[in-house]
């Protein structure tokens, strides 16, 4: 007889919390950051808790797991969580443990930071590991681009955190961030019209498509599809539903760099983020032009920005124009939006920094 | 004797109260014995307090011009001249003022004689386009009093599909903000599509106007297809003495409030000895402090102009802003001053060819792209002329490197001269 | 022989303007107001001008015309110019001829101000004296509104200039502003369709509409139009170019007032104006229900904004919640754009006044 | 002895390097003698080293569930399994973890058991969503290890047109800044909606995602269709003495530059005996102030939530955020949290019956207006849900009067409560 799943749906998190934090719960009054990667929150009550945070790999083999788990039950009272950034995070009730926590982790390949006005994790998604429509491989594009800026990661120097995200389709499971670094498609989509019958339903396809560029057609007297190519912003969205659309290719699937993003509330409302560069080569395993360039905003912005500016307010005070000659990136058409509600991104104003 | 009056009695409700009264002028106009155009305006009152009375114009178009000209004229047949038989003729004369609109009490004295003469006596200074409204002839008057103001040295201003009257501020003839020599720009731009203002033939109206310093007086941002505005590109002016005065009698905490945390870059900070510091590099010409600081505070001497194109009121699909196509663009030499007039000529090309009908330059704009436009009258794309990047992957980015060369193209000749 | 036309365009304005201010031109260095409807501009020369601002009614007969050029000629040297907004300027060349012209200008019932803080004069359309598709008069509107802000244009009490102006119709040949009266219209048109076969140009009035609503169609076997009055979005559109489909009426043809126009580039970049209140009624010839409210705009404004603050930079300081609070009118649906790129008119963040 | 291992020249690169590498993980367990996902992971590598010399990718989807569930699992299949059959089958299991993400040693080692025996050995905590994703269970496999964890306390975690996992911040557990019992909501939401979750038959997608305050961290505004954000009414709360001390440390100038001149709608100023005065009216709640001085500032007591909804990524028309449709709402006693369980249901069953196939709330709500989505849910207008009013006059406004009065209405009902 079939097992009839039982429906408990998001666990209880009080029976795996911590207890310091369970025992305080909503009852917390302030935090400091004694060091890079370490938080200590001091309760209403008088209770601390020290937090020390490492980044991970985010896709973990059982050893590395176990690893991290013999480091909790031997240094850290038993406890973890992990961050939205795929950062583990480790709780101690005492600060006399939190420097041989540190000490282990490091010994063990993690390093610790990733707090405060750092360069974080690098959130990611699927790529070639799993994904079905991916352009290029999330997990090796953050691996490469972590271990360029581990020192940013282990140290608090930025103006304000920076969040990156990456996203191996245009579709961007990747969440928004400072800095976003996403697949770009720069071909409309190849059509292996032999398949096209059999494996798409063609109307939810055409209507897929942003700009209706896709019209039924026959082809070789069967039924397939057209791509009007002049109309087509190579966005990728017909292929998921009909993967005979190849729009991923080796050559023309690019890398863009997207900057300025910003969730928080603090200061100016949320906003998305904005093209700066993109036609960068998928070059695997080490995208080094990806990491040049990254490097390099992340550098003009630790240099010129001021305290507590997110990149998007160092952006908002500085100007665009600026920003392009201070990162040394080319300004071209494509910057110029033409996307629907693009008036709003042009500059209707005498405001310009000469 | 005149004819017979009509009852006013709502317009008669106009002539109360301390603002010049339109309805008192018209009829003075409507009482002057013996003049030609009085019965016509017995007759206007009569059908606006008709208007008045029942809510509704009657006012309709029609067919009007002089000799030589398409448009100009805007023409109105009354739709209850069966009723007000003496103002069914009451076409406006649109006549361009002098840049900036200054007059002589000659020339005004001289102008009401040629109106009073061929027309109804009532003249608006101006329209909302800068024209002098010379409002009430008939159709068999409309020629005469055309070519008495032509040879005065006026001409008509536009209507219809066409260049339309422009405007400039009053600027360098008496405000200490003017970067610009507005009254030159203005004629040089109007003047030379004299051609495309008077044989209307272009897809819709294409209007300029021409603000000396960003305060932009006339609008033009919002209002004009072809906005010229005055700025300058190195360091504000400051008069330190004169700061240290300003503070000295409105106080500290004044010129904190209402200057330092005004600034939209917070460009401004003030020193411990009451001098103002400004970061020039990030101050974005708003006029802002120069304003408020007139003694103390003054433009650069390295003056020019921005030229936003596209901009418009509601109809078709919502007002709409000019944007920068020239950040900034030095008019002193005659050549420089030839340019501005040629990237106009290439403006109205490109409009002519590529609008659709009854389409404006903004509205253009928004259909094909600002870059598609910039491309189209030949000039470079340049990051000042958009707020911001592009948020939205939806774009084939295919020849970016093409794209980007000629970007470091033009950083190396830039850095070679 | 016909008479052709001397193509003389925009004449030279040095031959009518002030001799001062032709011998000074771009050499100007400061300017001071003296008083309310003064200015005083000096020049780098030394030279100073005074100018003295009158209301005038725009629409002038010959008479106010040769008073004004009787005043410029006793009073003022013999120069005037008008503003963009129809206010009359007389120029003098030394102090003492200020007074004097003030008086004169007062006893012929010429308000004087406009300057600095103050409302200055109600820029203005044609409407039923001229236009052929006005839902008002303009003329009588602004006749009506500046004999109740009298005291507003004389005096330079308000935080900062006010420009206010009005539109017959939803064209919107009123320039934007601080403050914009225009007509609304909140019924689709009603055809009448006898006519339309021979007055309209059936493919232009359908190429018109903003929202496709019209279709051709026959009507009583006659090639008329229909609209599809659930789309309709009542703008006027189609009426100038097809006057059959009756816009205007004395009923439905209301009025609306918009607020935070902002046009000169200080501090923030330009903007537009946004919807306050409508449904007002197209009362003649007083229009009392939109005094009312223009006066209770003006009149919270001038209590709680800081000095230079135009209305929209008041406005954003406090917040429109805010502004709907102070000024008692009410929000509804309407207040929520829908039209094109109305997803940037909403509230996409947690930034709330409570 | 295990099959023969495949080069990964490429992948071997990425085994360098201070970051911990994800390929000597997945090495780790291609070399695990005898264990069931040695074959299948030395097969994985090979499949992911071709991808790299190609680049290109080599999954396809297809159709997997466990018994009574619709969703849950992503199935993957190679179109390379004759190259690399051991991975031809290479499903994930999404499975929810406790809110906030916490765990012990013990329920981790529990979990990873599970996997050695029914699945890769490959985990990622997290998905971008906030599931465990189990990586790489065989289509024999799958209902076994969801079995398992079933039995250990977890759920399958949403795909497909569905309820989605949720995410709710660290928050009350250990932040000061919480202003929310922010697994409370997340788990009455989803738990709530288990069905919508587990059956997949919405329009689309729909996510919650809940964060203690409007720092935000979890990204709300930006990815969640059901965006819930901890706030307060009252005034924030001001200890003086730290403030001071804060000054004392950091000295005024910092102060001034990095907190007083940061705030959006400057409700800040500094009194010149070094203590805060705050324009509690102005304050938008942004959290900068809050954030840089965690000592002296805090969150006022009348806490609550701020809802928005319709955020989501770019398919198909863009990146959009999600926008307030309540303002505030409490959330202390059983029966408050019963209402927004409750308005979250209206909003599901208004999207269930108006959004078009593949159709997101926040596309749904672009194509029929805020106003129609909020009347459609049952709530009633409110200024806070805009930035500002409309600008254009494109709207038919005919029944104004009447909903003027709900307004007049409403105040009349809250001025008498
Ligand atoms: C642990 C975590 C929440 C969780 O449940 O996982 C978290 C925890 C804290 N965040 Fe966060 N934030 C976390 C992701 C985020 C995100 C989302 C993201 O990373 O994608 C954001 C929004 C990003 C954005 O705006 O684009 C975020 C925006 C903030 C901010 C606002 C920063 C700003 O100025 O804009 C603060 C305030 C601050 O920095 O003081 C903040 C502050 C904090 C504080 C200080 C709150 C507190 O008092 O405990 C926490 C310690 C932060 C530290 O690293 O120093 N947290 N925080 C997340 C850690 C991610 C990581 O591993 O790096
Ligand atoms: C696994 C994950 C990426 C990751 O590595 O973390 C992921 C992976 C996929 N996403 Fe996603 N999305 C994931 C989080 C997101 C997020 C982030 C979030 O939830 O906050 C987004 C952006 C937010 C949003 O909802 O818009 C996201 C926006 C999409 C979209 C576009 C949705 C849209 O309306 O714009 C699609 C396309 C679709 O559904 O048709 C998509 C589709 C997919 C599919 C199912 C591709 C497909 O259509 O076949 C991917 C399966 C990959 C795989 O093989 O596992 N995924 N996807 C994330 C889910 C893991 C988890 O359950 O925790
Ligand atoms: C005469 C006139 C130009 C003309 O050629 O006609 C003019 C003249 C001056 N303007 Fe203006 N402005 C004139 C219309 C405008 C307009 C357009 C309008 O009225 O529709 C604007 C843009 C309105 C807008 O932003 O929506 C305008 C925005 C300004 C500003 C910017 C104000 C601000 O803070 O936003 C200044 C700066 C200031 O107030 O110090 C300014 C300043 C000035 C100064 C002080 C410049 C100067 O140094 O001489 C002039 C005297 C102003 C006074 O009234 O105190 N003028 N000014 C116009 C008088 C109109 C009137 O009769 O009231
Ligand atoms: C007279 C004047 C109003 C006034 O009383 O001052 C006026 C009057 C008319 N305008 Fe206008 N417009 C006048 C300045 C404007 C302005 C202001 C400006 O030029 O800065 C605008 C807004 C700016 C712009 O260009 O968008 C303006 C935007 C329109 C439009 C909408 C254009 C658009 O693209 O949105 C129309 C409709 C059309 O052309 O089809 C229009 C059409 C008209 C017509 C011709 C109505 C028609 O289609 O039959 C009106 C003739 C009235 C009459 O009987 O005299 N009028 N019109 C102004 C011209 C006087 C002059 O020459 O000085
Ligand atoms: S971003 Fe695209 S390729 Fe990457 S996991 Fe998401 S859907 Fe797959
Ligand atoms: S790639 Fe995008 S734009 Fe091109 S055909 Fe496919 S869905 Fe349409
Ligand atoms: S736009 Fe500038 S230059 Fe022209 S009048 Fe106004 S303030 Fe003076
Ligand atoms: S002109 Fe404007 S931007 Fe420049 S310093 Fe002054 S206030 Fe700031
Ligand atoms: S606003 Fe409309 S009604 Fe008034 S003058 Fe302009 S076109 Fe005519
Ligand atoms: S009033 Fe406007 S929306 Fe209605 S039919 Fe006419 S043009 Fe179309
Ligand atoms: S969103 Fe607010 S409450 Fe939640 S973790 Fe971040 S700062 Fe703390
Ligand atoms: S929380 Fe933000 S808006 Fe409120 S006072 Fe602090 S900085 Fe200003």
Do not use: C, D, K
């Given at each position: 007889m079939p097992r009839t799943p039982i429906e408990s749906g998001v666990p209880d998190p009080f029976q795996y919390m911590h207890p310091v934090m369970a025992k305080n719960y909503g009852m917390w009054k302030y935090h400091e950051r004694p060091r890079p990667g370490v938080l200590c929150h001091t309760a209403k009550s008088g209770d601390k808790v020290w937090t020390v945070r490492a980044g991970t790999q985010r896709q973990m083999d059982l050893y590395t797991i176990r690893k991290l788990c013999d480091i909790a039950d031997e240094y850290a009272e038993g406890h973890i969580r992990f961050t939205i950034r795929s950062n583990i995070e480790f709780m101690v009730?005492?600060?006399?443990k939190v420097q041989p926590l540190i000490d282990k982790l490091l010994k063990e390949g993690f390093p610790v930071g990733g707090t405060g006005p750092s360069v974080t994790m690098i959130s990611h998604t699927q790529g070639w590991l799993h994904c079905d429509i991916p352009g290029t491989d999330a997990s090796g594009v953050v691996k490469a681009l972590m271990d360029e800026l581990h020192e940013e990661f282990i140290k608090e120097d930025m103006p304000n955190r920076v969040h990156i995200a990456t996203s191996c389709c245009q579709i961007n499971c990747g969440g928004q961030s400072d800095i976003a670094i996403n697949i770009q498609h720069t071909k409309p989509p190849k059509i292996n019209h032999d398949l096209v019958a059999n494996v798409c339903e063609r109307p939810a396809v055409v209507a897929r498509c942003p700009v209706a560029a896709i019209r039924p057609a026959l082809v070789n007297g069967k039924p397939s599809l057209e791509v009007d190519e002049k109309k087509c912003i190579c966005c990728g969205a017909c292929y998921p539903p009909c993967p005979p659309m190849q729009i991923n290719d080796p050559e023309h699937s690019k890398l863009a760099i997207w900057v300025g993003?910003?969730?928080?509330?603090?200061?100016s409302k949320p906003s998305f983020q904005k093209l700066v560069a993109a036609g960068l080569p998928n070059n695997p395993p080490r995208w080094p032009e990806v990491a040049a360039i990254l490097k390099k905003i992340l550098h003009v912005y630790k240099e010129d920005a001021k305290d507590w500016e997110r990149i998007s307010d160092w952006v908002e005070r500085i100007g665009w124009p600026r920003f392009f000659e201070l990162t040394e990136l080319p300004f071209t058409k494509f910057h110029i939006d033409d996307w629907r509600g693009a008036r709003r991104s042009l500059n209707s104003s005498t405001h310009i920094r000469f | 004797m005149s004819k017979q009056k009509h009852e006013t009695p709502m317009l008669d409700q106009?002539?109360?109260?301390?603002w010049p009264s339109f309805i008192t002028g018209i009829k003075r106009l409507a009482n002057d014995e013996g003049k030609t155009y009085q019965d016509t305006m017995i007759d206007l009152l009569g059908q606006l307090e008709h208007s008045y009375q029942t809510r509704k114009g009657y006012w309709k178009g029609g067919t009007i011009s002089v000799m030589g000209y398409g448009g100009g004229i805007i023409p109105r047949f009354s739709e209850v001249g069966d009723k007000y038989p003496a103002s069914r003729e009451f076409h406006t004369l649109r006549i361009m003022p002098p840049a900036g609109m200054h007059y002589d009490t000659k020339i005004m004295r001289e102008m009401c004689d040629v109106w009073e003469k061929h027309g109804s006596g009532l003249i608006a200074f101006h329209g909302q386009s800068g024209d002098i409204m010379f409002q009430g002839a008939r159709s068999d008057k409309v020629q005469d009093a055309f070519d008495e103001f032509n040879k005065m040295g006026f001409d008509l201003g536009g209507a219809g599909p066409a260049v339309r009257t422009g405007m400039s501020c009053v600027g360098a003839a008496r405000c200490e903000q003017s970067c610009a020599n507005e009254q030159k720009i203005l004629r040089l731009l109007v003047n030379e599509f004299l051609d495309d203002m008077h044989r209307p033939a272009l897809p819709y109206k294409f209007k300029f106007k021409v603000s000396g310093c960003p305060n932009d007086c006339m609008n033009s941002i919002e209002r004009a297809d072809f906005s010229v505005i005055g700025t300058w590109r190195d360091d504000m002016k400051v008069d330190q003495d004169a700061v240290k005065a300003f503070i000295a009698e409105k106080g500290q905490k004044y010129v904190i409030d209402n200057v330092i945390t005004r600034c939209p870059t917070q460009a401004l900070s003030l020193n411990d000895d009451d001098t103002l510091a400004v970061d020039n590099r990030n101050c974005v010409r708003c006029m802002h402090c120069i304003n408020v600081m007139t003694k103390a505070l003054s433009p650069g001497d390295d003056k020019g102009v921005t030229i936003l194109i596209g901009g418009k009121r509601t109809l078709k699909i919502g007002d709409l802003m000019g944007t920068v196509v020239v950040p900034f663009m030095k008019l002193e030499t005659e050549e420089e001053y030839e340019k501005i007039v040629e990237l106009a000529g290439d403006i109205i090309d490109f409009f002519a060819e590529n609008a659709l009908e009854h389409e404006r330059t903004g509205e253009m704009i928004e259909r094909i792209g600002l870059a598609n436009f910039i491309e189209g009258i030949g000039l470079e794309v340049d990051p000042n002329m958009i707020a911001e990047p592009r948020q939205c992957s939806y774009v084939n980015t295919g020849n970016w490197d093409e794209e980007a060369q000629k970007w470091f193209d033009r950083k190396a000749e830039e850095r070679a001269a």
């Open positions: 009730s005492s600060e006399a993003g910003n969730h928080s509330n603090a200061r | 106009l002539e109360s109260g301390p």
